[in-house]
């Protein structure tokens, strides 16, 4: 099979990508993403909860990767890169008038790695979710 | 290259309307992780950390930014209209720059 390059690096990634990768194993190894976790948690125990992930799987340029981010009720939401050079993308307080706990931003990864959502709830628990999103060109670092 | 707002607010709204706001406002935010490719030195962050936006002088929503939000950042969000107002933007970056904007909101 005569596979060019691109079409290989396709592949590959659709192979390992995975949907959704169970909280613990996405962050467990990476001790900075899980302080900076616990800094917003203020060490809370993560938990499921109705918590929305919107960001494709692939992307070719790690410069500018779409996400929406929904957790209905939320008082605030981080969102992290558990493999960026700093692992904190953005933090965003809803107001009195915010009309849905919901937002979307463009933002940059610096490889494959998990992006997580953590958001905080009125009742004052944490609830979190991961995906997986391949990179093919980082961004970031890169000049 | 004059960094400018831009946003799409809708003119009308009926109250209690949650409406799609959205703001891009073109901003080169340096990350602080690249080098001068010349002398191998750092260059330093310079990014919008904060964007407050307000309806009428009450929080809608408040974003803080690291480096790894993109180039020329665009925010999508969802404001609840109580009533006929002001829609206020304010962006404030690391070397202390403030850009602002408003659009008025009125009840259809």
């Known amino acids: 099979m005569n596979l060019s390059r691109r ?4 592949l590959g990634g659709a192979a390992i990508s995975v949907t959704l990768i169970p909280l613990e194993a996405a ?42 981010v929904a957790a209905p009720g939320a008082l ?31 933002i940059r990864l610096a490889g494959t790695q998990n992006v997580i959502a953590v958001a905080k709830m009125p009742d004052g628990t944490f609830i979190s979710t991961a995906r997986e999103v391949g990179v093919t060109i980082g961004g970031c670092g890169s000049s | 290259m004059a960094i400018t707002p831009r946003v799409r ?15 891009l406002i073109n901003h080169p935010m340096e990350s602080g992780q690249r080098r001068d490719r010349d002398t191998g030195e750092r260059i330093p962050r310079m990014i919008i950390h904060t964007f407050e ?16 939000v993109s180039q020329s950042p665009f925010f999508e969000f969802y404001l609840k209209v ?21 659009k008025s909101i009125a009840i259809s």
Not at chain 1, 33 to 62: K, Q, S
Not at chain 1, 84 to 104: H, I, R
Not at chain 2, 9 to 23: M, Q, R
Not at chain 2, 58 to 68: H, M
Request: glycine share 10%; charged share 20%; aromatic share 6%.
């Open chain 1, 7 to 10: 079409r290989a690096l396709v």
């Open chain 1, 27 to 68: 962050i467990a190894g990476v001790e900075e993403t899980r302080a900076t976790i616990d800094a917003f948690t203020g060490g809370a125990e993560l938990l499921e909860g109705d918590i929305t992930l919107t960001i494709p799987e692939l992307v070719e340029n790690g410069n500018m990767v779409p996400v929406s």
């Open chain 1, 76 to 106: 605030s939401i981080m969102l992290l890169g558990d493999d960026n050079p700093v692992p904190e993308v953005m933090t965003l307080n809803f107001g009195e008038l915010s009309g849905s706990s919901e937002a979307s931003v463009r």
């Open chain 2, 9 to 23: 607010v809708p003119d009308t709204a009926s109250v209690g309307e949650s409406v799609l706001i959205k703001a």
């Open chain 2, 53 to 68: 936006v307000t309806f009428n002088g009450r929080e809608v929503v408040t974003f803080y930014p690291q480096g790894a």
């Open chain 2, 82 to 102: 109580p009533e006929a107002g002001e829609l206020n933007f304010k962006w404030i970056d690391d070397e202390g720059s403030v850009f602002e904007i408003s």
